[in-house]
């Protein structure tokens, strides 16, 4: 005590923020991983209408959503990337943007461009993971069974995308993570408003919405209020579980 209290006084008083912490500087990818652990829930579009893309995922946006994806297969997909992008940087909005359905390296290397923070697949396929690495965005294959998960996950992959959702999806999970806890598992397909929190308590380290967020009749007639409504009730749903299962640990550790 007695060296720390000489220290200080030795040090002048106009250097204070030596003392402090510094901060660490986080890698692009090591960011948007940050991002997917805070938020643990992306708002995922694939629609023919590419006029509904816009409004569709600002509703989604506005609604809570932090992190954003639309499908290679979308009309104007790289277009709407980059506009998002350039939004969110003008703005200095906190939004991770990405691009799904990344089918091939070309796929990958046009979605970098358009500036996509992180890439999803429906399959697992080594060159598009180590692109990934190289350039130092995430990558998300889709896997469905245990073995594709480790293959991808020893590739490389930063998530693992439960793809398709099977029917008894969080007793899938829950089973799966007995032996593979380690796996950082991100259902989509069959993840709702209405069965996220039993997806998360299953062990899911984030959950992908996509036509149960964009309900197919809401695009088709451009109600944009309805999913800006629905993205709301289904973050808050996200962040009011993880709330709770942090007052739970520290009721625990107490």
């Not at 090591?30 to 569709?56: W, Y």
């Not at 290397?109 to 399959?123: D, E, N, R, Y």
């Not at 629905?230 to 973050?235: V, W």
Request: hydrophobic content about 40%; overall charge neutral; glycine content about 8%.
């Amino acid at each position: 005590a007695l060296y720390a209290s000489n220290r200080a006084a030795l040090l002048p008083d106009a250097l204070p923020n030596q003392l402090e912490p510094r901060r660490i500087m986080l890698s692009p990818r090591a960011a948007v991983l940050e991002s997917f652990a805070k938020h643990r829930c992306s708002a995922i579009l694939r629609t023919d209408d590419e006029t509904a893309v816009r409004p569709a995922m600002g509703a989604a946006i506005r609604g809570g959503f932090r992190i954003v994806e639309i499908t290679m297969t979308t009309p104007g997909c790289l277009e709407q990337i980059a506009d998002l992008r350039a939004q969110a940087n003008h703005d200095g909005q906190d939004l991770t943007i990405g691009a799904g359905t990344v089918l091939t390296v070309d796929d990958a290397k046009q979605a970098m461009a358009a500036g996509a923070q992180f890439l999803v697949s429906p399959v697992t396929d080594p060159q598009i993971i180590t692109f990934c690495r190289q350039h130092d965005l995430v990558s998300v294959p889709g896997t469905f069974t245990p073995t594709e998960m480790m293959t991808a996950h020893k590739a490389g992959a930063d998530l693992v995308k439960l793809f398709p959702g099977p029917s008894n999806g969080p007793a899938f999970l829950r089973a799966l993570r007995g032996p593979l806890p380690f796996l950082r598992v991100f259902p989509t397909s069959g993840v709702t408003e209405e069965n996220c929190e039993e997806w998360l308590a299953a062990g899911a380290f984030g959950l992908g919405f996509v036509a149960s967020l964009f309900e197919p009749m809401d695009m088709a007639k451009h109600r944009f209020e309805a999913i800006e409504a629905r993205a709301k009730r289904m973050t808050d749903k996200v962040r009011e579980y993880g709330s709770e299962r942090k007052r739970s640990r520290e009721v625990t550790t107490a």
